[in-house]
């Protein structure tokens, strides 16, 4: 099976612009979702998609949004962009069979996301 | 406030030997725990998971330890080799109403040397 897939790899843009970045999962998988990677904050959540509905989210504001298609193909955009939103910006898809037990989330490749 | 870096824990080991990463994790009610290995340039690689039911979980040269008294999770690496330099994270499935997500520990930088 292929691998979780997420274009761009690479970005570059300006302070105010907005951005869409693109996540495919593995075949099969319903489950997305999506974190940031800082390296003054780590790996944090940000939302998770099933079956096109946000199941979860993470404290992050309302500049950041996602959605999913019925492919389960999901997106996510940034609004607005600050400085402070350069990260690498990772998305892991699941199968995620059950509600409560998150099952194992499998990362793509990630898109780093630099604002000027 | 201001923010802080996070400052990796750097582990370094030498070739052949073994290697033991610690986590401690926040919430005795997590059911569901994962190891994570990140190479750079690249996304989290799946190591190894175990869920709360167990104390000890064994995969190809890695073993994971449950301890949920004290809330700490262990990964072993055994024969460590250069291919295992890279950065560490562990992970617990928090249940937030009634769905699971994971949060993800600061991670810890294994070095091996020759």
């Known amino acids: 099976k292929a691998g979780v897939t997420q274009t761009p790899r690479y970005l570059i843009k300006t302070r105010g612009q907005q951005v869409t970045l693109s996540c495919s999962p593995i075949s099969g998988h319903r489950s997305v979702s999506w974190y940031q990677q800082t390296p003054g904050q780590g790996l944090q959540f940000l939302f998770e998609y099933f079956s096109e509905t946000q199941r979860n989210k993470g404290n992050f504001p309302g500049r950041f949004s996602g959605r999913q298609f019925s492919n389960s193909r999901s997106e996510m955009n940034v609004s607005t962009l600050e400085l402070g939103d350069s990260a690498l910006y990772l998305c892991?898809?699941?199968?995620?069979?059950?509600?409560?037990?998150?099952?194992?989330?499998?990362f793509g490749p990630g898109t780093r996301l630099t604002v000027l | 406030g201001e923010s802080v870096g996070l400052h990796l824990p750097t582990l370094s080991v030498q070739e052949g030997d073994n290697s033991i990463i610690n986590c401690a994790y926040s919430n005795s009610a997590s059911d569901y725990f994962i190891w994570y290995k990140q190479e750079s340039g690249k996304g989290p690689q799946f190591i190894i998971d175990i869920r709360s039911n167990m104390d000890k979980r064994q995969g190809q040269r890695v073993t994971v330890l449950l301890n949920k008294t004290v809330k700490h999770l262990s990964l072993q690496i055994a024969a460590t080799q250069p291919g295992d330099s890279a950065v560490y994270f562990c992970?617990?499935?928090?249940?937030?109403?009634?769905?699971?997500?994971?949060?993800f520990g600061a991670g810890t930088q294994v070095v091996v040397t020759p």
């Open positions: 992970a617990e499935n928090i249940v937030s109403d009634s769905w699971g997500k994971l949060q």
């Open positions: 892991a898809s699941s199968s995620s069979p059950t509600r409560r037990v998150s099952d194992t989330q499998y």
